[in-house]
């Protein structure tokens, strides 16, 4: 059985104290239910080095939000995956809807971060979903497999390993409005089959699909008990250890349930 992952996505969100106090108490929580899921937590960059440090002596990694695909050097703004390894990160989500839609990103140079990315010791989380018009117009399909075979193209079986692939209809982001069990099923059992397509059922069988639209306590049991969904990628609920708390209380329900 694949074992149960839930993702904390801050976003732009937090300042150095409350990001702070809020690592220290998923860090509680996670220590309280025992190690029997994995969680993460990826907050801005200027906090990350700060959250580790709250972290340590819990099982809770830590994830960036984004990376740049070249070694250190001449990139203004950029972050390399070598500074993220070095700060103690475990993740980097790579192809949040936010930055397909909001700063261009294509499948392109989505691939070309997760290529750097596992060519280090640093795991990914690669979002991919599709718009609302798109399932309207029975596209939702096609979409995921555009967004598969670009994001991962070239690589091969061999870091599947470090790669976990977080569904996510744009239309349930920040919205409130999620995907009905049978949608994510459905969407996760694709992925699934496409992964199968090109990797043989051996490697499809261990990789982890997240899903991640408006996961909040009320909808992640059932969500999770999925069987092909693994985990949870979750945004707004992830930024208060009261919405948080219930959420990793729903995986360990599950992983518990087998
Ligand atoms: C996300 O942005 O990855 C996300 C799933 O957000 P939310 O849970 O707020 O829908």
Redesign the pocket.
């Known amino acids: 059985m694949r074992r149960l992952f839930v993702a904390g996505?801050w976003?732009m969100n937090t300042n150095l104290a409350s990001g702070k106090e809020l690592a220290k108490a998923v860090a509680a929580e996670a220590t309280r239910l025992g190690d029997v899921i994995d969680v993460a937590v990826c907050p801005p960059f200027p906090y990350l080095a700060s959250v580790k440090t709250e972290l340590q002596g819990s099982k809770v990694k830590l994830g960036a939000q984004n990376v740049w695909f070249a070694a250190p050097g001449a990139f203004t703004g950029e972050t390399a995956v070598e500074m993220l390894t070095d700060v103690g990160c475990s993740w980097v989500?790579l192809g949040?809807?936010?930055r397909r839609q909001i700063l261009g990103e294509k499948d392109e140079l989505i691939n070309k971060k997760i290529a750097a990315a596992t060519s280090e010791d640093l795991g990914v989380i690669f979002?991919i979903g599709e718009l609302l018009e798109d399932r309207q117009a029975a596209r939702t399909e096609a979409v995921l497999e555009t967004q598969l075979a670009g994001g991962l193209a070239n690589l091969d079986a061999a870091v599947m390993g470090q790669i976990v692939i977080?569904y996510?209809p744009v239309w349930?982001?920040?919205?409130?409005v999620?995907a009905s069990p049978e949608q994510a099923e459905g969407a996760h059992a694709f992925i699934r089959g496409w992964l199968t397509k090109q990797y043989g059922a051996k490697v499809a069988d261990g990789v982890r699909i997240l899903y991640?639209?408006?996961?909040?306590a009320d909808n992640a049991e059932i969500l999770l008990s999925q069987p092909n969904v693994d985990g949870?990628?979750?945004?707004?609920?992830?930024l208060t250890a009261a919405q948080f708390g219930p959420i990793l209380q729903a995986a360990a329900k599950c992983a518990a349930a087998g």
């Open positions: 996505n976003k989500i949040h809807s936010e979002c977080a996510e349930a982001i920040g919205t409130g999620t991640g639209g408006s996961v909040k949870a990628l979750v945004g707004g609920a992830s």
